[in-house]
């Protein structure tokens, strides 16, 4: 499932284009009543078992990967793996910036974005900034189009494997989605696909 997640991404990018000058990453916590291999107790959700999802999306809100890890891991620590999706997706822009929540407001954080390349948009902590006037809501967005899958919103299953699948079935299904209303979007309006600059 995710070599074909990754073939319609690529589809996506070659047919319309991927919009990597600004990605978003965060957490997204869910519930896994029966456990597993990759729950663990949810701080906010008087410990009962859950999932976080790592969520890395392009400044569409299009998904590029995710990382599941238990509940009760940190957000900061799995910006490593998450931003290392980055790898698989081909030539970057010169200049990538990753937005993120007051949560990941730390040197560490801005130390890992610079071994990388990449630059950091990071809330500051103790400062209010509405979601709607930052480049993070895409994010927000992709956790709501993923827990419209009912398998993801709440994970029965205990094998990380189909954990694994179901959150790649559901990127491909947001992917191939938003290529269709693009391409009829596109075709309506006469304009051939490529590309973007």
């Not at 456990?35 to 009962?48: I, L, M």
């Not at 799995?78 to 081909?90: E, H, I, Q, R, V």
């Not at 390349?117 to 993070?136: D, E, F, M, Y």
Request: aromatic content about 6%; charged content about 25%.
């Amino acid at each position: 499932m995710g070599r074909l997640e990754a073939a319609v991404r690529e589809g996506y990018d070659r047919l319309i284009g991927l919009e990597l000058s600004d990605v978003a990453v965060d957490g997204c916590l869910t519930k896994a009543s029966c456990g597993g291999e990759v729950s663990g107790r949810n701080p906010t959700g008087r410990g009962k078992l859950g999932i976080k999802r790592s969520t890395l999306v392009d400044a569409d809100g299009l998904p590029l990967g995710v990382v599941n890890a238990p509940a009760n891991r940190d957000d900061s620590p799995l910006l490593a793996l998450t931003s290392d999706l980055l790898k698989d997706l081909g030539p970057m822009p010169e200049t990538t910036f990753v937005h993120l929540d007051a949560g990941y407001d730390s040197r560490l954080t801005r130390t890992l974005l610079a071994e990388r390349g990449l630059q950091g948009a990071i809330a500051h902590k103790g400062l209010s900034a509405p979601i709607q006037v930052t480049r993070r809501w895409p994010v927000e967005r992709t956790h709501t189009w993923h827990n419209n899958f009912n398998k993801l919103a709440r994970c029965t299953e205990r094998a990380q494997i189909v954990a694994d699948f179901n959150i790649a079935l559901a990127g491909t299904f947001v992917l191939v989605c938003r290529l269709l209303r693009q391409a009829w979007s596109l075709y309506r309006w006469g304009i051939r696909p490529g590309r973007r600059p």
